[in-house]
């Protein structure tokens, strides 16, 4: 009777963490989105002015058929129309954005507002619904919906590959369970043309969001495109999911942050080098980052913690290390930081403290002058706390 019991027990558990599981999974979905690949031909045929690096340099055969079925449109003023945009800023995550924020080809109907950077860097609402309908132009002269129904079987075989490296990993788990938060749906969408990452959101009236991972192909092997190892691709998972917890804190306290702005001139250097050309995507980045670093210490260990510390750092990001010691006071009090969002003012907070810092270089003597500031004693802590 017992033995019974115990067994009864055990699979009781067995089934909670199943549950768990399929409840996080359930809301993730894995596609190739015909809206972000008609982009991608564009992208593709107009040679990306300004940015050819973010078009793959991998050569595979879905590559080549884009290729022979689009060449003819090269002079499309929808090609032509992005060449000119994107040697203007309007490049990097903001296209892929604006595709989300449209039905699917060819109607490419906007269904959600268009968002307010993406009008600017479009250049005016004008000109970027201008773009809308080259768009829808080109789809409809081009039938690239018949292009796209005929590979369906690429881009199966692509899912497939791609979902074994999560199969028994719940990335969406791991991350709600660290933020206390949850999101209405996690969306991966893997681009074969493209050469970036990105962790666009979508908000809906109910203040919910659906977040996006915008993910592009790191190598062509035994005839399938690779996205990444199971690791690199929790990693990055963790990181472009992440965005949609963080940056709408940000946001939201971005009066507060600008106080501390001259902490983006000893980094900028390193951060327009990634694209993080304000301070408001800098501090994003430092956030998310030390979070996945934190994330990297509870869920791998400590070496593979230090190790993902160390290569922040080295990148520029050399404000990661005290945002990571507010974190940990976050992991160990988390029945009074019930969210994320409950933290949020403590790394702002960290954020003051190093504005009075003085230091004027991103050289290793600012990471030297930070390392002498990370002594975080109870008193600290319990002081953090008090503000709850």
């Not at 009781?12 to 809301?27: D, E, G, R, T």
């Not at 079925?69 to 032509?80: C, L, Q």
């Not at 893997?190 to 990105?198: K, T």
């Not at 109870?378 to 503000?387: A, F, I, P, Q, V």
Request: proline share 4%; hydrophobic share 35%.
């Amino acid at each position: 009777m017992k033995k019974a019991l115990i067994l009864l027990m055990v699979s009781l558990q067995i089934l909670f963490v199943m549950c768990l599981y399929l409840s996080a999974s359930s809301k993730l979905n894995v596609t190739i989105d015909p809206r972000i690949e008609l982009l991608m031909v564009v992208q593709y045929l107009s040679g990306y002015k300004g940015h050819p690096e973010l078009l793959t340099s991998l050569n595979f055969p879905y590559k080549q058929s884009v290729k022979k079925t689009f060449s003819g449109y090269k002079e499309h003023p929808a090609v032509k129309m992005f060449a000119r945009m994107s040697s203007r800023g309007f490049s990097y995550d903001t296209p892929p954005k604006v595709m989300l924020h449209l039905s699917d080809p060819p109607g490419l109907e906007v269904v959600f507002p268009l968002p307010e950077h993406a009008i600017k860097k479009a250049g005016g609402k004008n000109r970027l619904e201008k773009f809308i309908a080259l768009l829808r132009d080109f789809s409809r002269h081009s039938d690239f919906m018949s292009f796209y129904d005929s590979q369906k079987q690429t881009y199966a075989a692509i899912r497939e590959t791609v979902e074994k490296n999560f199969s028994d990993t719940d990335f969406i788990g791991e991350l709600e369970d660290y933020f206390g938060i949850e999101q209405r749906s996690y969306n991966i969408i893997l681009v074969p043309l493209a050469n970036g990452n990105y962790g666009p959101r979508l908000k809906h009236e109910d203040e919910t969001f659906d977040a996006y991972n915008i993910i592009s192909p790191r190598d062509f092997k035994d005839g399938i495109l690779q996205f990444g190892a199971r690791e690199y691709f929790r990693h990055l998972a963790w990181h472009e999911f992440g965005h949609s917890f963080v940056n709408p804190l940000t946001e939201k306290h971005m009066d507060e942050l600008k106080k501390y702005a001259s902490l983006y001139k000893p980094i900028q250097k390193e951060m327009k080098a990634r694209a993080y050309g304000d301070w408001e995507s800098a501090i994003n980045e430092h956030i998310i980052r030390a979070v996945t670093t934190r994330l990297q210490y509870l869920h791998r260990g400590k070496e593979n913690g230090d190790q993902a510390l160390q290569q922040e750092i080295n990148w520029g990001f050399v404000y990661v290390e005290h945002l990571c010691k507010k974190m940990e006071i976050y992991e160990r009090n988390r029945q009074k930081f019930l969210t994320f969002t409950a933290l949020y003012p403590q790394l702002i907070e960290t954020f003051r403290e190093l504005s009075e810092m003085d230091f004027k270089s991103p050289s290793s003597t600012l990471i030297i002058t930070l390392k002498h500031t990370l002594s975080l004693d109870k008193g600290e802590e319990e002081k953090c706390l008090r503000t709850l």
